[in-house]
């Protein structure tokens, strides 16, 4: 069974989705299918279908939610430390072409966001930061071609 990577923050917000879905989704789902089924002929009851549907959405969501939660290996990235990026860094670097500033924390595929900054650990971009240190140019290949970055910052917080 694999572990799956994870910073303290990352493991809470899926810890609060569980509960969210357990917890309100569950019983919201469960009355919407008794309510429908207070209808009558289910076979055409478009909102028993649509309720059964949700509900088969939420329990698989919830199953996976708790299989990463159990495989989860918790990082606690404030007690890192150092000067080389690894998991849980974050990283200000400077685009070599358009000297636009970019800032990047590497975490877990789970709480990967983008538009967050937050890149997953198997990220080409991550992958090409592992084991960098402030100064170092690096390569990156991306969908759009290669991109070149210096890297300027390297923090644990």
């Not at 789902?29 to 209808?39: F, G, M, T, V, W």
């Not at 509900?55 to 495989?71: C, P, T, V």
């Not at 998991?87 to 789970?110: H, P, R, Y």
Request: overall charge negative.
């Amino acid at each position: 069974m694999d572990k799956v990577p994870m910073t303290t923050a990352g493991y809470a917000a899926l810890e609060q989705e569980l509960k969210t879905r357990q917890q309100e989704e569950r019983p919201r789902i469960i009355q919407a299918i008794a309510e429908a089924r207070s209808h009558g002929d289910l076979s055409e009851n478009a909102e028993y279908h649509a309720a059964k549907e949700s509900q088969s959405l939420n329990e698989g969501r919830i199953a996976e939610i708790e299989d990463k939660l159990s495989r989860a290996e918790v990082i606690d990235v404030s007690k890192l430390s150092g000067t080389t990026i690894k998991f849980g860094a974050t990283v200000n670097l400077i685009d070599e072409d358009t000297e636009e500033e970019k800032t990047f924390q590497l975490v877990g595929e789970t709480e990967a966001d983008v538009k967050l900054g937050k890149v997953s650990i198997t990220s080409p971009t991550a992958r090409a930061l592992i084991g960098k240190k402030v100064g170092d140019t690096v390569e990156v290949n991306t969908p759009g071609g290669g991109k070149s970055y210096e890297v300027v910052k390297v923090a644990f917080r």
